[in-house]
């Protein structure tokens, strides 16, 4: 059976016609994922970025909403404000 297959596709132009697109076929396949482990990589780093950007924003919005409540006075503004019931 071997021995078969053996001179079919090393003594025939279809058998080695079909060795080669197998080949081909497989290197494609060996290429697409390794590529795919590429760009997934990729995303993980971009939206690791992303997040860090996006936290900094956060961070320096809360530090900027902080800063009024650190002045004199902070808690009379907040009652003449927003209590309702004082």
Do not use: S, Y
């Not at 697109?21 to 290429?31: D, K, P, S």
């Not at 993980?44 to 002045?71: C, G, H, N, S």
């Amino acid at each position: 059976m071997m021995l078969a297959i053996g001179n079919f596709v090393f003594n025939t132009r279809l058998g080695q016609a079909a060795a080669a697109g197998l080949g081909i076929v497989a290197m494609f396949f060996v290429w697409l994922w390794r590529h795919d482990v590429r760009v997934a990589e990729r995303a993980r780093t971009d939206f690791a970025i992303q997040v860090t950007k996006e936290t900094e924003k956060a961070r320096d919005k809360a530090v900027k909403a902080r800063k009024p409540a650190e002045l004199p006075g902070a808690a009379d503004r907040l009652l003449k404000l927003h209590c309702r019931d004082c």
